[in-house]
């Protein structure tokens, strides 16, 4: 108890040199909670985006490929494709086919690493239905579309629609962004895909149009040489809704009017004639640290480059690496803040032992013990830098969020021109013609990493205890050192 | 109560100019119920011997025994023996000036863990018997005169009510007048049984202690 009124005697003792220690303190220690409670929100957001972004995959055939059948087809003349195609035997036009998709073998395989969640596949292609009209397709001939859609070697004609094959159609990204909207019927499952049910899931308006129901069937043509006999009838289990309009910019892709069947992938696969064979895959994986190993396994999988693994890596990084910065800028703020609070203890510290050598001297000589005297300066060196803690946490709670957010706007606005380069730069071409992602790629949510949170919980209060705490044990050194040191005997003499 | 014996102390300082020679062979006994005074000049290592006995310094050779235990060889523990065996007067007070005389006087006692209570009582007791009125007891020493403030002193030496009293030229900052009240106050903490060592240049104080030894460039003389 004495210690404890001994040692706040000797804070009121010099209480102008105590307040200006108080301040400086507590300007330090503030700047050093702000900065902490910056790099805590940092870190903990990289975390969020961690769970959110940068964990999707996607397993297709190398662009290249695609470039140089692009260039072979697009070389050759109307005839010369005519009579390729008159002169091909079924097997090569299913060769053809295949050129441009991955063997379900592959994605399989793939799926099977430690690191895969989830796990679709998908194929997508255009698929006559003699008995159904696509009205709408007229706008497509009467632009020229389809013209260059031969040149492809893609015929296009009015009873023309695309289908979107895939495991389970309630995972299909479509529908789980609410970009359409089941409103009659049920989906197909793995169910109906791995018993290869001949269902589908049809637009409504072509539904309507069309006088279709759910449980009625339509007549979908095999793709293959003569196309005849070869038909399969489809039931329909669902009929949706369009809400937005797709938007893919592709040629490939292009349906501008939604009428989509989605059917399950081992149905639409017989339909194009290309069992084992499919567009791509997607695979949500469990964190966007082990981009590197799923590449590596992809990679040693595929055994070529003919394929190729594409991830959310930059887009993590987008989101991620402001983050990181901050929380770096924020740990250098940091250390500095509080290597200025623990010089600035020491010094005082200093000049406060100093000033004193004489009494620790009488101290010593009536027989107080070193642990009795450095009790009373620990009492001394805690209220001072308890005050300044308390008086740096109301002053944190004002600083931190202004100064997460100056220091976020600063390195996104450093970080941003170079990232729109690298997207732009390379991939943007391929992506057109390629098609934009795979349907079961969800939208990203991008609003994880443009704002930092700057809280003030107890994990901040908490450091802010170890804060004190290691402040106060530095502080310490100097009276530690000093009070062992004074010798009574010499300072005694002294008048 | 317990005697002081020093043997054969010797303590030599090393300094740049070369070894100072602050004590060469001292014997002496202080008896319990005698005051007895340490006479020499300025340099003579007076204040040295009281360090020593005091235990505020060690010896370079010899021995200092209080009671039956050498206080340096014995396993003593120094800290018990400061607080409660001897009590230190000082030639120039050496009280906290952030202290009342109050709180001086409680601070030895506050050191050996005395309920703040009885440390009270005790040391009104003690300020009471040095002539310091309760008007004084709340007051900072530099507020006190010089003898006053020796009085505090000599009643914190006694806070722990110890054997033996070294009072180191007690009278040095004092009037001639003041100087000899204080050694009359020394004189009746020995007539009470204590051990009173005292060291002083000043005749008159010698004159007053019991048995007188002489001290010059650390040797005893005469
Ligand atoms: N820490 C020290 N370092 C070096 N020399 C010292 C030290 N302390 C004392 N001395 C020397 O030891 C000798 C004895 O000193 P001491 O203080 O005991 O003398 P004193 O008799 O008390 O003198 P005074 O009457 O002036 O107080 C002196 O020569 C002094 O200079
Ligand atoms: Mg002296």
């Given at each position: 108890m004495m210690t404890f009124t001994r040692g706040f005697k000797s804070i009121y003792r010099n209480p102008a040199r105590s307040l200006i220690v108080i301040f400086l303190l507590s300007v330090c220690l503030a700047f050093s909670m702000a900065m902490l409670a910056v790099r805590l929100a940092a870190d903990s957001q990289v975390e969020e985006v961690k769970a959110r972004v940068g964990n999707y995959a996607e397993v297709k055939v190398s662009s290249n490929v695609f470039f140089s059948r692009y260039f072979a087809e697009s070389g050759k003349s109307e005839k010369e494709r005519q009579r390729e195609q008159e002169t091909m035997t079924e097997q090569e036009a299913r060769q053809k086919r295949e050129e441009t998709l991955i063997p379900e073998s592959i994605t399989d395989e793939v799926s099977r690493s430690e690191h895969v969640r989830t796990y679709d596949k998908f194929l997508t292609t255009d698929i006559v239905l003699p008995e159904l009209e696509n009205t709408n397709l007229q706008m497509v001939f009467e632009s020229g579309l389809a013209k260059e859609a031969s040149r492809l070697g893609i015929q296009v004609t009015m009873n023309t629609f695309p289908f979107t094959g895939n495991t389970d159609a309630a995972s299909l990204s479509d529908f789980r962004d609410g970009k359409k909207v089941l409103v009659e019927g049920r989906y197909y499952d793995y169910f109906d895909f791995s018993a290869a049910n001949p269902v589908v899931l049809i637009e409504k308006n072509l539904a309507d149009k069309n006088q279709l129901r759910t449980g009625d069937t339509v007549v979908a043509r095999i793709k293959d040489k003569t196309g005849r006999e070869a038909e399969k009838e489809l039931t329909i289990i669902g009929i949706y809704e369009t809400k937005e309009a797709e938007s893919s910019q592709n040629l490939l892709g292009f349906n501008p009017f939604g009428n989509r069947f989605y059917a399950p992938l081992s149905v639409v696969q017989e339909l194009n004639n290309t069992p084992g064979f499919v567009d791509d895959a997607s695979y949500y994986f469990d964190n966007v640290d082990n981009t590197n190993a799923l590449l590596a396994e992809f990679r040693a999988i595929s055994g070529s480059d003919r394929y190729e693994m594409t991830t959310d890596l930059v887009d993590y990084q987008t989101l991620a690496d402001p983050l990181a910065k901050v929380g770096n800028t924020s740990s250098i703020g940091l250390w500095g803040s509080l290597g200025a609070c623990v010089l600035i203890l020491l010094l005082s510290m200093?000049?406060?032992?100093?000033?004193?050598?004489?009494?620790?001297?009488?101290?010593?000589?009536?027989?107080?013990?070193?642990?009795?005297?450095?009790?009373?300066?620990?009492?001394?060196?805690?209220?001072?830098?308890?005050?300044?803690?308390?008086?740096?946490?109301?002053?944190?709670?004002?600083?931190?969020?202004?100064?997460?957010?100056?220091?976020?706007?600063?390195?996104?606005?450093?970080?941003?021109?170079?990232?729109?380069?690298?997207?732009?730069?390379?991939?943007?071409?391929?992506?057109?013609?390629?098609?934009?992602g795979s349907p079961g790629r969800l939208a990203s949510d991008s609003s994880v990493g443009n704002q930092i949170k700057v809280l003030f919980g107890n994990e901040l209060f908490l450091y802010a205890c170890l804060i004190l705490l290691g402040v106060c044990l530095t502080g310490m050194v100097i009276p530690v050192v000093g009070v062992v040191r004074v010798r009574p005997a010499r300072v005694l003499r002294m008048e | 109560m317990n005697g002081v014996e020093v043997r054969d102390l010797t303590k030599r300082y090393r300094t740049r100019g070369g070894e100072v020679i602050a004590l060469d062979g001292v014997s002496l006994d202080a008896q319990p119920g005698r005051m007895t005074a340490v006479v020499g000049p300025s340099g003579s290592g007076k204040t040295t011997l009281l360090y020593i006995v005091g235990s505020l310094e060690a010896p370079d050779a010899g021995s200092v025994r209080v009671g039956e235990r050498d206080i340096f060889s014995s396993g003593l523990n120094l800290v018990d023996y400061r607080r409660k065996t001897v009590g230190f007067v000082f030639q120039f007070f050496n009280l906290v000036n952030t202290y009342t005389a109050l709180e001086n006087v409680m601070l030895p006692m506050a050191m050996t863990g005395v309920a703040r209570s009885e440390q009270k009582r005790r040391a009104r007791e003690l300020l009471e018997r040095m002539g310091i009125g309760p008007e004084r007891w709340n007051h900072r020493p530099t507020r006190l005169s010089g003898g006053e403030q020796q009085r505090v002193a000599i009643a914190r030496a006694l806070a722990n009510d110890p054997q033996v009293i070294l009072a180191d030229e007690p009278t040095g900052n004092l009037d001639s007048g003041t100087g000899k009240i204080i050694v009359e106050i020394l004189r009746e903490l020995s007539r009470e049984g204590r051990c009173v060592l005292v060291a002083t240049h000043d005749e008159n104080v010698a004159g007053l202690s019991d048995s007188v030894a002489h001290l010059k460039d650390g040797r005893l003389v005469g």
């Open positions: 200093l000049l406060i032992v100093r000033g004193r050598v004489k009494e620790l001297g009488v101290f010593k000589a009536v027989g107080a013990a070193d642990r009795q005297i450095l009790a009373q300066l620990a009492v001394e060196v805690v209220v001072l830098c308890l005050v300044a803690v308390i008086i740096a946490s109301a002053a944190t709670a004002a600083l931190g969020q202004s100064l997460g957010n100056w220091l976020l706007s600063e390195n996104i606005r450093t970080e941003a021109p170079e990232q729109n380069q690298k997207q732009d730069g390379g991939q943007g071409m391929m992506r057109q013609f390629q098609g934009g | -």
